[in-house]
Nanobody, 127 residues
Framework: QVQLVESGGGLVQAGGSLRLSCAAS????????MGWFRQAPGKVREIVAA????????GYGDSVKGRFTISRDDAKNTVYLQMDSLKPEDTAVYYC????????????????????WGQGTQVTVSS
């Protein structure tokens, strides 16, 4: 498994932006599709964004489409989540996760497809 560490969370006002980073160690990220998930208190963990191994394919949860952008830099073994136009309902703990896959264009939206997880970073959006 790959070890993942998220950073970049914090407190921001509604309408603001944050960029989360997920740094990997132990293995190269080029073998993995990557995902960002979030979990708010009392709610299930939900997909935010996912990116294929190649980086050419991305997918987003309905609530963040058009506002968030996932990207990856395999040379730095890091995945990013740019979050713009933040809303109070985006408040949650954000987790990055790695999905081992043979297929370069594959990614997944289910947490069950991912076998390595970071510890999470808190994002709080004030109104």
């Amino acid at each position: 498994q790959v070890q993942l560490v998220e950073s970049g969370g914090g407190l921001v006002q509604a309408g603001g932006s944050l960029r989360l980073s997920c740094a990997a160690s132990g293995r190269t990220l080029s073998s993995y599709a990557m995902g960002w998930f979030r979990q708010a208190p009392g709610k299930v963990r939900e997909i935010v964004a996912a990116i294929s191994r190649s980086g050419r394919r991305t997918g987003y949860g309905d609530s963040v489409k058009g506002r968030f952008t996932i990207s990856r830099d395999d040379a730095k073994n890091t995945v990013y989540l740019q979050m713009d136009s933040l809303k109070p309902e985006d408040t949650a703990v954000y987790y990055c996760a790695a999905k081992p896959t043979y297929y370069p264009e594959n990614y997944g939206f289910s947490p069950n497809e991912y076998d390595s997880w970071g510890q999470g970073t808190q994002v709080t959006v004030s109104s």
